[in-house]
């Protein structure tokens, strides 16, 4: 199962035989996927096995663009709520990409890219576009 979805099914299975799969689906894309299996037989389903979840990453290329204002574009970033108080980069319909301000404690947490290619000797100008909602942002 991926993401919930039956990627794959095995047939035939001899019991205790030693199974594995690639996952080259034209549907796979960028970000966290979560992958698990289920046995079945004609009695019904068993228990699902322990979930793992992968990130699907690619090396990004000059100019780059992310507008975190659309659906799923911070899936393929990775958030790093440095302090771990649960106050940190998330998604939501009204404000998209944003930050949650927490006034006890320090806003160090990150939002990183995938890696992206630069070449040694160049220089390259990064611009970002945010605003902020309080009178306390700077």
Not at 66 to 85: C, K, R, W, Y
Not at 92 to 121: Q, R
Request: charge should be negative.
């Amino acid at each position: 199962m991926r993401d919930n979805e039956v990627i794959h099914s095995f047939e035939n299975v001899a019991p205790g035989a030693a199974l594995s799969w690639v996952d080259n689906g034209e549907d796979l894309t960028l970000g966290i996927h979560n992958y698990y299996a289920v046995a079945y037989n004609d009695k019904g389903a068993g228990d699902k096995s322990e979930e793992v979840s992968l990130k699907i990453v690619t090396t990004l290329h000059v100019p780059y663009t992310a507008d975190l204002t659309q659906p799923g574009t911070m899936s393929v970033f990775t958030v790093i709520d440095a302090n771990n108080d649960a106050c940190t980069w998330n998604w939501s319909d009204s404000y998209h990409t944003n930050y949650v301000f927490n006034a006890d404690s320090e806003a160090d947490d990150y939002l990183v890219t995938l890696p992206i290619l630069l070449e040694a000797g160049k220089n390259y100008n990064v611009v970002i576009n945010a605003y902020g909602m309080s009178s306390k942002t700077t």
